[in-house]
């Protein structure tokens, strides 16, 4: 088993916490490649059994889904990763089961507000984007803002408790595991236009029922006495700046989608979601790692360790930069073929592929420096941050991406993404003592600046 390999690797290494990095990294990476080999098949055959377009209606039905259930669920994902992690590790159980109740609770009412609000725009929207084709898939994504917005302030409670494998599949396998087999029965049965996007939907709800009860069975919630926490304005104080900084990096990741949509054809933005699902891979090793060091920050922030703090943000950076690299070298080289897997069409995004992947690999070095803000209560000043590289964001987006299509919209994606993650490191210095990057000699070149006193 890879997983006892591991274990034999790190007691060789004779240190715990790179050990339990190491092993929770690779677990999480695990689940995360199994999930994007799905996500791959899903659109693989989405785009083989009803097109090109279809798909790019089904692109931007979510990516507007996402939007709404983020505002929805208020920032409160943040607040149970932070806290549940922080009062597990003291054994608080009851205000675990507190600060959990009273986010989905609060989550509940705003998701259902922003869901109505999806579905009855939906006629708006389609007219924005120029199409009245697109009216049936917003509808029908607009049911899901409920279900994916509790979903995603469940599975951070995993995540608090260290249950990274269950985490990981969660977040990367199992909504899109439920939309493949949902899809399949599917074409299976009729041959429906609108079957892919009704079996992702599904999904969702499936995958937010099954997410619910493995926490619930995980912490036997039900059977905990309740301590009092947070107050509802002091949870409110701290999950509005997280939703409005996640929105914003939304806003950033997705703004050239739709941007794409506004001004040019569906097939451009099927062609370019491929490219950028690809490009994510070049900062897949972030990822996995951040599932592993999110709640250890939040842990050693709430007990006062900041030399623990410092020495964790070393290990992953480490970690990150050199197990990003091969990824980001083989999409730089060989883009075409990566893309054309897919469709032959697919190929004229490449260019867009080569500067995205540039993006994510620089995102890479800077390190977990969003993880870190968020654990550590800086959550407000990272909203300003956030909120001018979505600034500048919309503004390329804008002159460029009318203009150059793909090519353009990428350009503008992978500036603000630099500029946020650069931006925010040398905040975390300002505050903290330490670099949150790593590149190779960064050691030396920083030296005597690396870690706090």
């Given at each position: ?15 715990r ?9 690779f ?28 798909y ?28 549940v ?109 609108l ?54 990096l ?7 989608n ?36 999110a ?20 290990r ?41 992947v ?37 503004i ?34 300002h ?23």
């Open positions: 088993m890879p997983v006892s390999f591991i274990d034999r690797i790190l007691h060789r290494l004779g240190d916490d790179t050990g339990d990095l190491l092993k929770g990294s677990i999480s990476f695990l689940w995360y490649g199994f999930g994007k080999i799905l996500a791959f098949v899903f659109v693989f055959v989405c785009i083989r059994t009803y097109g090109k377009t279809n790019g209606y089904i692109a931007l039905a979510l990516t507007l889904m996402q939007v709404f259930s983020l505002i929805g669920k208020i920032g409160f994902h943040g607040v149970v990763l932070r806290f992690s922080q009062y597990s590790s003291q054994n608080q159980w009851g205000k675990v089961r507190k600060i959990y109740l009273d986010s989905v609770r609060f989550s509940f009412p705003f998701s259902v507000i922003f869901s109505a609000v999806y579905y009855f725009s939906a006629p708006a929207l389609a007219n924005f984007f120029g199409d009245v084709e697109l009216i049936p898939y917003f509808q029908l994504f607009a049911l899901a803002v409920l279900p994916h917005a509790l979903y995603q302030v469940v599975i951070e409670g995993l995540r608090g408790l260290k249950k990274n494998s269950l985490y990981s599949f969660y977040l990367n396998a199992s909504i899109i595991l439920f939309a493949i087999v949902m899809l399949l029965l599917f074409i299976a049965m009729s041959d429906n236009e079957n892919a996007a009704i079996a992702y939907v599904l999904a969702i709800f499936i995958a937010c029922i099954f997410a619910f009860y493995s926490f619930a069975r995980t912490t036997h919630l039900f059977s905990q006495p309740t301590e009092p926490a947070m107050s509802a304005r002091e949870i409110f104080s701290i999950s509005l700046p997280m939703m409005l900084s996640g929105s914003l939304f806003v950033i990741s997705w703004t050239d739709i941007m794409l949509g506004r001004f040019r054809t569906e097939d451009e933005v099927g062609i370019y979601d491929i490219a950028f699902r690809i490009a994510v891979l070049a900062g897949s090793t972030l990822m996995s790692v951040n599932v592993v060091n709640p250890r920050f939040a842990e050693y922030y709430g007990k006062g360790d900041m030399k623990s703090l410092s020495d964790s943000v070393t992953s950076s480490k970690l990150i930069f050199w197990t990003s690299l091969p990824i980001m070298l083989i999409c730089l080289i060989f883009p075409r073929f990566l893309l054309s897997v897919f469709d032959k069409d697919a190929m004229a995004a490449s260019t867009a592929l080569v500067i995205l540039i993006g994510k690999f620089i995102s890479a070095i800077c390190g977990p420096v969003g993880n870190i803000m968020h654990m550590t209560g800086k959550q407000k000043q990272f909203q300003f941050i956030m909120l001018f590289a979505a600034v500048v964001n919309i390329l987006n804008l002159i460029l991406t009318p203009r150059y299509g793909m090519t353009g919209a990428a350009t503008a994606s992978m500036v603000s993404i630099v500029l946020w993650n650069v931006i925010t490191a040398f905040v975390v210095h505050y903290y003592g330490f670099y949150p990057f790593y590149f190779p000699f960064s050691d030396k070149i920083f030296s005597g600046k690396q870690k706090p006193n």
